[in-house]
């Protein structure tokens, strides 16, 4: 006989092991039960608001949702927290940013979520580094340090997907480190800019 599941005890569950983002296949195995069931369930209590839904086959409690830069790491992986958004962040810009911005080694793509734009920007693989776990509101994200937020964030100025933002603050930044980073963009024109910025 299939497994019944109870909403209450479900939430329960999620809560008490802090699973705040799920797919259909973690929800199967964590509850014991057939792909059918958990496909069943998980679209009749999205219908029914018990959970939220991010993206096709990406779920979350909607009494216990996650923060948004938690969204932004498990939307898109792999992908981390970087241009504007890290740069903002880390206070090398005085604007506020409203829409997440990631780097992903996988093609660029925007999706919505919960109301709030993520954008993910493809970098090279060897580029993909210069993140770090970080705590931000009790949750461990990842996020640029502020050399590499820099460095991503000014790729794409060089290839003039972006422009320049004039009140950059650079001057509390490890110069080593940003130049070794831009060193693993193998590009040129970045490197230029680097050395023009810095």
């Not at 970087?82 to 903002?88: I, T």
């Not at 810009?93 to 999706?111: D, L």
């Amino acid at each position: 006989m299939a497994k019944k599941l109870n909403p209450i005890l479900v939430q329960n569950e999620l809560s008490g092991k802090k699973i705040f983002i799920f797919t259909p296949l973690e929800f199967e195995r964590l509850f014991g039960v057939s792909s059918k069931a958990t496909t069943s369930f998980i679209f009749d209590h999205t219908r029914k608001n018990l959970f939220s839904k991010l993206r096709n086959g990406l779920y979350a409690l909607t009494s216990n949702l996650p923060s948004e830069l938690l969204i932004a790491n498990k939307l898109y992986q792999p992908s981390y927290i970087s241009l504007e958004y890290a740069l903002s962040y880390h206070h090398l810009i005085p604007e506020t940013v409203y829409t997440i911005t990631s780097a992903t080694t996988k093609p660029t793509r925007e999706f919505e979520a919960l109301d709030k734009i993520y954008h993910y920007y493809k970098i090279k693989r060897e580029a993909f580094l210069g993140y770090e776990p970080k705590k931000i509101d009790g949750v461990t994200v990842l996020i640029a340090e502020p050399e590499k937020a820099l460095v991503d964030y000014l790729y794409f100025v060089s290839l003039k997907k972006k422009a320049l933002n004039e009140r950059l603050t650079t001057k509390n930044l490890n110069r080593r480190k940003v130049l070794e980073y831009a060193e693993a963009f193998k590009r040129e024109g970045l490197l230029r800019l680097m050395e023009k910025i810095l």
